[in-house]
């Protein structure tokens, strides 16, 4: 429903038709003005229009002017008056609108705009069982949260209001170093961190400024969209790189030619397939990514979700002066609205990437980041990543209790031994078709494991998130995708 405008900004528009430059009488361009919007809804029934006093004042036009505009709209019954409190739009009968004039042309979007909308199909608003990547909002703090935002907000520094150029504000980079420092073993220092709206924004920045259009880019296969859509919209050239139980593999990168410009990985959760980089080919990577001269982009979305295996260093962490970036977000660990995310990068990189940021994407949001330093800093962090682990567990093996049945009939499911979804193995894409279009009916939302693939698909499966999802959700989802599994397998009624 559009909305409608106040009084003020009613008295702005009228001011711009009125006129005495105009040929028509100023009661007939008021009285005009106001019947359309009234017959065209831009004026609601109910609506308060402004005294005939104020309307004379405002538009620098007689009194006797307004009140004869007025009293035609109320002669046909566009308007009502009430009495001691002046007039209102009258309550219409509604009109069949015209339709829409034909497009006059095709838009041409450019090549890298129709990359971007190709890559658009694969968004979905279906936060519902099996959507991946979405945490539990269901069990965030948020009383405790709103209440931090309103007194951050309240006490906010009036220069917060201004353009910013430091990364991020110290407090909040001061608090993520501590804490990424004990928790991830990265090596940093505040002055190192760049606060961004999300890893997607840290992307994009590390494309435009370490890539020309038309290099080289590795990348996992299968991988992570949203990276592959910062990759490809730049122009880059991806090399898929197979993942095998150890995640990328370099070893099996191209033997000659063009050397990466930049290697993307999600070494402490492969995502999708799940797997966890062991230190010995991480080491290997390093190694590639100096011989190659190729900066390291170390995607570590949600490794703080690990449930029966110890934590592995980050990969950046491993080596001092490794030419690896360091990508993290908040989006999983506490909710995607926040928007908030972050880079760790080399000293040489720091305030060139800084500087960067704020011509480009003119940082702000100093009062939620002001928030959040304090939620980090007071303990709120950890103490409900620690329950989300535990909860997350939870929801898991709800989900793997109510696929119980196919998996006793051969259905394959990832380890879980991490993070927050897991991979059901399938046999053939004709398989993870038939089940993708079930589940339409369902209203279940199915990743198929084939759309992670820049190349042609090598494995076929269904990548189901759990943790945003009820365990009653997850479990009616669950023994359904379990049931249509067996049917299609012939062993299920």
Not at 392 to 402: I, S, T
Request: include cysteine; proline fraction near 6%.
């Amino acid at each position: 429903m559009r909305r409608t405008p106040s009084s003020e900004w009613l008295i702005d528009a009228l001011a711009l038709r009125v006129s005495t430059d105009n040929d028509l009488p100023l009661a007939q361009q008021l009285y005009t003005t106001l019947r359309g919007w009234i017959q065209g809804g831009e004026l609601e029934a109910g609506r308060p229009l402004p005294s005939s006093r104020r309307l004379s004042k405002a538009l620098n036009i007689s009194r006797n002017t307004v009140l004869a505009a007025m009293d035609r709209l109320l002669a046909e019954g566009l308007v009502v008056s009430r009495r001691g409190s002046g007039l209102y739009v009258a309550t219409l009968p509604l009109l069949a609108l015209p339709a829409a004039p034909p497009a006059a042309e095709v838009v041409e979007y450019s090549t890298r705009g129709l990359a971007l909308i190709d890559r658009c199909a694969t968004l979905s608003s279906q936060h519902t069982a099996f959507a991946p990547g979405i945490p539990a909002l269901d069990l965030f703090p948020h009383a405790q949260w709103q209440r931090l935002l309103r007194r951050h907000f309240h006490q906010a520094d009036t220069a917060w209001l201004a353009y910013q150029t430091l990364g991020g504000l110290p407090a909040l980079k001061e608090a993520l170093c501590d804490y990424l420092t004990l928790s991830r073993a990265v090596r940093c220092r505040p002055e190192q961190i760049v606060i961004t709206q999300g890893a997607q924004q840290a992307f994009e920045l590390i494309v435009q400024l370490l890539t020309d259009s038309g290099e080289n880019v590795w990348m996992e296969e299968p991988g992570y969209g949203g990276a592959q859509t910062a990759f490809a919209t730049a122009g880059l050239s991806i090399t898929p790189i197979p993942v095998d139980e150890n995640g990328m593999n370099p070893a099996l990168g191209p033997a000659s030619g063009v050397s990466p410009r930049l290697i993307y990985v999600t070494p402490s959760h492969q995502y999708p397939s799940g797997v966890t980089m062991p230190v010995p080919r991480r080491l290997a990577l390093l190694e590639h990514a100096a011989h190659h001269g190729a900066w390291i982009i170390e995607d570590d979305y949600d490794s703080e979700f690990r449930y029966d295996t110890p934590p592995v260093p980050s990969l950046q962490g491993l080596a001092e002066r490794a030419a690896v970036i360091y990508v993290g977000t908040f989006s999983k660990v506490l909710y995607p609205g926040l928007r908030l995310g972050y880079l760790v990068l080399p000293d040489a990189l720091a305030d060139t990437f800084r500087l960067a940021h704020a011509r480009l994407h003119r940082e702000g949001h100093y009062p939620a980041q002001s928030a959040l330093a304090e939620f980090i800093a007071k303990g709120h962090f950890s103490r409900h990543i620690a329950r989300m682990r535990g909860r997350y567990r939870l929801r898991q093996a709800c989900l793997r209790k109510a696929l119980a049945p196919a998996i006793a009939q051969g259905l394959k499911l990832s380890s879980g031994h991490a993070g927050m979804h897991l991979v059901a193995e399938l046999e053939s894409a004709a398989q993870e078709r038939a089940l993708i279009e079930q589940s339409h009916a369902e209203g279940i939302t199915l990743s198929p494991l084939s759309r992670y693939y820049l190349g042609q698909p090598q494995r076929f499966g269904l990548v189901l998130g759990y943790a945003g999802a009820t365990e009653d959700e997850l479990s009616t989802a669950g023994h359904w995708l379990g049931h249509a599994w067996l049917r299609l397998q012939g062993g299920g009624n």
